[in-house]
């Protein structure tokens, strides 16, 4: 009603080869450019810096590939850091380490290859740590993982029940 992002968290859950990550950073560039949130940030998180760094080279490359973009921020390659300066904004590959993460406030977040993750502690970090924002996303992507006690796993079981509608959840998306 007020004009706001429903959506907070999106498990998308796809084959291996199904462009997950294009998708994506598509998502980031949009969130870093075209929202005109100041001081945004974005973050490529999975359980190891080069696994986050993937979306940072696609989405660097996109950026890269459109003048206006590229005019418009700083892609810090030795850093896995893009800075907009007229938002004071940033996309970043940060330390895998949840204890790190929780002074983080993020506005999106792509949290790649879930079912990789060995507990939740990143998750809910990053998740907990967008409370002050007024639309943050938090945007998992992941193929298919095999433990059924891991966080992918309740994320897909929670997927699951709202793609069927035996939960109704305004502030969830779900594709598998």
């Known amino acids: ?8 968290e999106a498990y998308i859950s796809v084959p291996r080869k199904n462009s997950k990550n294009t998708f994506c950073s598509a998502l980031a560039c949009y969130m870093l450019f075209a929202t005109g949130e100041q001081g945004a940030q ?10 986050g ?8 490359g996109m950026i890269r590939q459109q003048p206006t973009l590229r005019g418009m921020c700083r892609i810090l390659e030795s850093r896995s850091e893009i800075l907009v300066p007229s938002t004071n904004s940033r996309l970043k590959v940060p330390s895998r380490i949840a204890g790190q993460a929780h002074g983080l406030n993020p506005s999106f977040v792509i949290y790649d290859e ?11 970090a990053m998740l907990t740590g967008s409370g002050a924002r007024r639309e943050p996303l938090l945007c998992a992507i992941t193929t298919a993982g095999h433990s059924r006690a891991s966080i992918c ?4 079981a ?7 509608g035996a939960i109704q959840d305004d502030a969830f998306f779900a594709y598998i």
């Open 1 to 8: 009603d007020e004009g706001y992002r429903k959506v907070r």
């Open 53 to 60: 760094r993937i979306c940072f080279r696609i989405i660097a």
């Open 158 to 164: 929670y997927a699951k029940r709202w793609l069927s």
């Open 153 to 156: 796993y309740a994320k897909y």
């Open 42 to 51: 974005v973050y490529c998180v999975a359980t190891t810096a080069e696994q």
């Open 114 to 124: 879930l079912h990789a993750a060995t507990n939740g502690d990143l998750y809910a």
